[in-house]
């Protein structure tokens, strides 16, 4: 594994199903992130985490929940998807050196809620 | 909210042109990030910039922090098919606090 992989990579799911996108990177970044990308709306985040056993909301965090019980895994979980959640989703991590935090994205999962 | 304002939405030129874009925010950022993202893929970290005036190339790519420390600015010279994708700018207001991205600019090369 080198960097950040998503899994699946789509995905149709029926209204009203649990939904878990998985996230890992191997790049020991202490900071993930989970966006969703929509036409015309660009990135808009979802949950993040700064480290280790601590999760935070977003921009848009309703319908969604996270976890971060390590470093290397943020799964995102949808626990009774809606249309309006068909989206592309991008996990992220960064290093958080003070004063130097680029982010870097995985290749992303396509969803559509039918 | 913070808010940036990203344009132009989309260009169509030619191959060989010269490509200039830009981010203006309603907040000072101390951070200001490029990205650009290929179809089906996710975004890739062009130029990040941490310093007002600051101005970093990365082969064809230029891109500046504006002196007012509400804008940034991406060139791209001389461009060629592969630079055809959306590119995204985010910015900053303090170090650990999460990005905020543009609504991107789409390239299209024009055969």
């Known amino acids: 594994i080198a960097g950040i992989t998503q899994a699946p990579t789509s995905q149709i799911l029926a209204a009203g199903r649990r939904m878990t996108l998985r996230c890992t990177q191997d790049?020991?970044?202490?900071?993930m992130y989970w966006y969703r990308q929509d036409l015309g709306l660009g990135l808009r985040l979802i949950h993040y985490s700064n480290t280790a056993g601590t999760t935070g909301k977003g921009e848009v965090p309703d319908g969604y929940s996270v976890s971060r019980a390590n470093t290397d895994d943020f799964p995102l979980t949808l626990a009774s998807a809606v249309p309006s959640q068909t989206s592309v989703y991008f996990c992220?991590?960064?290093?958080?050196?003070?004063?130097?935090?680029?982010?870097?994205f995985g290749p992303g999962t396509r969803l559509t809620v039918l | 909210g913070q808010q940036l304002n990203q344009s132009p939405q989309s260009m169509f030129i030619q191959e060989g042109e010269d490509v200039s874009m830009n981010c203006t925010s309603s907040?000072?950022?101390?951070?200001w990030l490029w990205y650009k993202q290929d179809p089906g893929e996710g975004p890739v970290l062009l130029i990040a910039l941490y310093k007002a005036g600051e101005l970093t190339s990365n082969g064809r790519l230029t891109a500046q922090f504006g002196i007012t420390r509400k804008d940034s600015f991406l060139n791209i010279s001389a461009s060629i098919p592969s630079d055809v994708g959306i590119y995204f700018c985010a910015g900053r207001l303090v170090p650990g606090e999460k990005l905020t991205f543009g609504t991107g600019t789409r390239l299209t090369i024009i055969p």
């Open positions: 790049m020991r970044h202490n900071a």
């Open positions: 907040s000072i950022f101390n951070t």
């Open positions: 992220a991590s960064s290093e958080t050196l003070a004063g130097r935090d680029e982010q870097f």
